[in-house]
């Protein structure tokens, strides 16, 4: 290409604008340049700045300001006109200085959305991304775009306008609401070297721009997403370092670039909603590859807190003792317990790894982002986070229905509250917290419609204090039952089932519980026994299809129905009536017959959320992030 006259170079720029174009053309889109007269002929820009002379990326470079001379380029900026006149001088003049010594002279351009239409210098545009040149110097005008709360672009690139006008960087885009909020968090905890004064400067030369080179080498650059997406995805698993090793960079991408493949998760998971019971057909070896028949399978669990101090915990081991006794031939368990809530727990899980375990439980959301760290590592482990609904290709996630169990609650609470305000100690915000406030609220109300649900945070997942924090607030806020009310002391069902928390009928003047009333249990030894059993004898397809090139990602998400959940509640004090309405409800749900979420369901702003006898798909649910109009929740302050 270097050895080619100024004119070659032009027919071979002619040649892929005629290319671009047919292509453009034959799918039924425009084959010329986008020009922004066109599209802000209807919009109201509010300002105009300048922003001077900048350093502008060729890539973000994609239109002209005028239609007339958006009409001289093919869709890819080469020049669609092939006469004999004063535009193919001009550009084989440019393309010969370009050659000898660089160009120089600044062009201008409108800014738009993070995107840049030339005003003047159109042709140098087009030699230097002939010669796919990486920037472009250009005098800057910025056009605003007035907020518009119905339009996700423009909400997108407001939130980049405060990211660059705190940054000063513009190389960065992303497809997703909130991620330049979230890089921005990342980068004002960033502490580079003192010797570099500003860290944003560092970070973009020494660590994005690294980043970026590298993930267009391994093929990046194909995938659907903008680099800002993979470099978030990748500072969310591993930080922002202070400098790369490339070679080490390139080789963690590789494996990063099949997780990438998922990016936007909801068009590619697969809800598991029960136990794969039998074979379903051929089986991919990458299930059989590395455990062998006469092999027992190493089997890992790795707790948060500890099994004496932890109900939760306490549920889990139940959980690994009863896969011992019921396959204890066939497998070898261990554990470890009080894995560090943090950055840590990678080290201590990848023990695990090391330790050549087949298959890999971490038992609580907090040990997501380590775990699919050391799934990253080991790709021939399998993996498996206790968590929602985040499934990846390297790490599947697994969880109960909990709204099936709480929506029974609710019907207990409903039927015995005696002012008709009822407590619930939440955790966070999440889907699945959602869901189940909002399926114990419908059970409620479902019995006594004039149920209030008020709801406290504790923001955080498992602490005795907060939670006893949150209960006495329900109470201030006049509420007669409680649901999540810890418990002090240990009781037969806690010992049973480790349940750290229960339904509770409150004293409101002092404070302590009446009766403890019900609480959903998990049986988490039937989880596991039967995940691990359809590995052992070959039935584990949706695994399988999870580590295949063109398979699904896999959510285990089961309910009572798998008998992995199933409610107590108190034969003593809970009325005759209620427990017959109760043991009702839960035979129609586990025989598919009703869904808690049928409509018609308002949320607590009086919208219609669930029309009239439609109820709630899985994936509806699963991303739940609206409440019923009989729940009171105060503000989440994070």
Known sequence: MKDLSPEEHFRAAHRSALKEYSSKTSKGQIGYLPSLEGLIKDTDIVSYVDLGLMEVPLKKVIGTYSYLRSLTF????????????????????????????????????????????????????????????????????????????????????????????KTKIISIWFTKRGSFTKLLDLLEKYNPPDKFENKYKYFEKYIYNVFRNVYYEIGGDKLPITTGDAFLEYAKIYGIPFEFNEVELKKKLKELKKELRFFKKDKFVNIMTKPVEKSQGNVLSTITTFIKPAKKIKVAFAYARTIETSGWTFTHDLGRQYVDQVLGSQVETSYIENVAENDNAYSQIKTLAENGNDIIFTTSQVFL???????????????????????????????????????????????????????????????EVISCINAFSLGAKMVNPYTKVKVTWTREWNSHLKFTNANNRLMELGADIVSNRNLSLPRDVTRKYGVFSMLCSMDIKTGKPIHHLAAPIWHWGIFYEKIIRSVLNGTYKTVTDMFSSDGKLV??????????????????????????????????????????????????????????????????????????????????IK
């Open 74 to 165: 093919a869709a890819n900026f080469m020049p669609i006109l092939n006469s004999e006149s004063e535009f193919k001088s001009k550009w084989v003049s440019l393309c010969n200085s370009h050659i000898k010594e660089g160009i120089r002279d600044p062009i201008k351009v409108y800014e738009y959305l993070n995107w840049y239409y030339v005003v003047e210098g159109n042709k140098r545009v087009s030699v230097l991304k002939y010669f796919d040149a990486y920037s472009i110097t250009a005098n800057v005008t910025r056009l605003i775009p007035k907020i518009d709360n119905s339009d996700p672009n423009i909400q997108l690139y407001y939130e980049f306008l405060k990211f660059t006008n």
């Open 369 to 431: 982002k380590a775990t699919l760290r050391c799934a990253l590592e080991y790709p021939n482990i399998k993996f498996f986070n206790c968590s929602e609904y985040k499934p990846y290709k390297h790490l599947s996630n697994y969880y109960g229905r909990t709204y099936e169990t709480r929506f029974l609650t609710g019907v207990i609470a409903g039927s015995m509250t005696q002012n008709n305000i009822l407590g619930y100690a939440a955790t966070s915000p999440t889907p």
């Open 555 to 636: 959510n285990f998400w089961w309910g009572m129905a798998s008998d992995v959940l199933d409610i107590y509640y108190s034969k003593k004090y809970v009325p005759s009536g209620t427990q017959k309405l109760v043991n009702l409800m839960k035979n129609m749900i586990v025989n598919n017959l009703y869904n808690p979420f049928t409509g018609p369901i308002y949320d607590n702003k009086g919208v219609l959320r669930i029309n009239d006898e439609e109820a709630a798909s899985h994936e509806e649910i699963l991303n739940m992030n609206w409440f019923v109009d009989n729940v009171e929740p105060e503000e989440y």
